[in-house]
């Protein structure tokens, strides 16, 4: 890229995200390092059902592409949160058009909207540590759904295999014994 800007945008930062953790992945590989299980949150999860095997590197890639090319596509807007607080002090708090986009540790949460109604949970937790994300779109929300019937369609098509390495649902915290295009 020679525009530092166009890795802001998800049409260009989810596949470099993807092929970077590929990489890493192999890298570690290389010296020797083999995991017992692997687990990846958002786009992690691509790159951990491809090095399991469930995944070949073109369907990865036709994955991640038409999820970076469909979620650009949608109306820019929305925010994202992360604070320091659990999943147990955020819930209760949580409004129409918020949603809890991603646990990062025990007291770690990233809330995901509107930004009106983002905007309504960071009121009310003033004393926390928080910052607010630079992103485009309100991601792991509401706001995504539209582009999720056209992303099952190209989930449906690829093919799957059982993964050689065993990995987590960062869904449900359990092993997946078989994908299928539903899973994402």
Known sequence: FD????????GAAQPAILALEVALFRLL??????????????????AAAHVA?????ADACALVEARAGLMQALPAGGAMWAV???????????V???SIAAVNAPGQVV??????????????LPDR???????????????????LPEFAAVAGRLDYARPLIPMVS?????????????YW
């Open 129 to 147: 540590q928080g910052r607010w994300l630079p992103v485009s779109h309100a991601f792991h929300s509401a706001l995504m759904d539209p582009m």
């Open 84 to 94: 320091r607080a659990s999943v147990d002090e955020v819930a209760p708090l949580l």
């Open 96 to 98: 129409d058009g918020v």
């Open 3 to 10: 525009d530092a800007e166009a890795l802001g945008q998800t």
């Open 170 to 182: 960062t869904l449900t915290g359990e092993p997946v014994e078989e994908f299928t295009g539903a």
């Open 29 to 46: 590989e290389s010296w020797g390092v083999s995991p017992d299980y692997l687990v990846g949150h958002s786009v992690g999860e691509l």
């Open 111 to 124: 809330v995901s909207g509107r930004r009106e109604a983002v905007e309504a949970v960071v009121a009310v």
């Open 53 to 57: 095997g469930v995944l070949s590197l």
